[in-house]
């Protein structure tokens, strides 16, 4: 089955700790992101990649962190720097930057307790 | 940077009626893009709609655009239950996939 997998589903992170969200897709798609969406509100864009080892800041990247090492992932972190990290997260991929249709994960819900 | 806005934010409807969602948007497009969120979900592609096009059909689902105005709308005809979501548009700008904040659907019984 082809498709775009996040995990956890849920996660709780301890004010001042690092966490980390999985995002793996095996869509053979170039391009990936990360959004960040607050309840009731649109999608905020985090990060973004369009090749391997190469990663672009969105509109609300600080405080966060990614990495892009293989095609088929692309990790975020969420820093002890941010805020107010508690938000739901959602992961997409296309085949080309912006230009084609998203294929999203179904998201991590996360929770600073 | 939010580069769409759906109008509106939230609406109402009968089973049976027709639904219908605008988006307006700031700068110039290649394509403009509908999906749709199920409460907690991920969001699903709906449709996509090239710049040079005026109108596009799928199923149910029928889009304009109109780059004079900058402002696309979204036709859901003879709504069902299932369709209640919020929708999105999504437009291509500087390479990036942006999303406006969407309009919620209710579909009343």
């Known amino acids: 089955d082809g498709g775009i997998t996040q995990s956890p589903k849920y996660l709780f992170r301890k004010e001042g700790q690092n966490v980390t969200l999985s995002c793996e897709q095996n869509?053979?798609?170039?391009?990936m992101y990360w959004y960040r969406q607050d309840p009731g509100q649109g999608l905020r864009l985090i990060y973004y990649?369009?090749?391997?080892?190469?990663?672009q800041k969105g509109d609300i990247a600080e405080g966060y962190s990614v990495s892009r090492e293989k095609k088929e992932s692309f990790p975020l972190t969420v820093t002890s720097a941010q805020k107010n990290p508690t938000a739901f997260y959602l992961c997409?991929?296309?085949?080309?930057?912006?230009?084609?249709?998203?294929?999203f994960g179904q998201g991590t819900r996360l929770t600073v307790v | 940077s939010q580069q769409g806005e759906e109008d509106p934010q939230a609406l109402s409807i009968q089973e049976g009626e027709n639904a219908t969602m605008n988006c307006s948007y700031k700068t110039s497009i290649n394509n403009l893009q509908w999906y749709r969120q199920n409460s907690g979900r991920g969001l699903v592609h709906l449709i996509l709609i090239r710049s040079n096009e005026r109108e596009k059909h799928s199923g149910r689902l029928r889009v304009t655009l109109d780059t004079s105005k900058k402002s696309s709308s979204l036709l859901i005809t003879a709504s069902r239950a299932a369709d209640t979501a919020s929708y999105f548009c999504?437009?291509?700008?500087?390479?990036?996939?942006?999303f406006g904040k969407g309009t919620r659907l209710h579909i009343l019984p």
């Open positions: 999504a437009t291509d700008g500087d390479d990036k996939i942006i």
């Open positions: 997409a991929s296309s085949i080309l930057l912006g230009y084609a249709e998203a294929f």
């Open positions: 990649s369009q090749i391997v080892n190469d990663f």
């Open positions: 869509l053979n798609h170039d391009a």
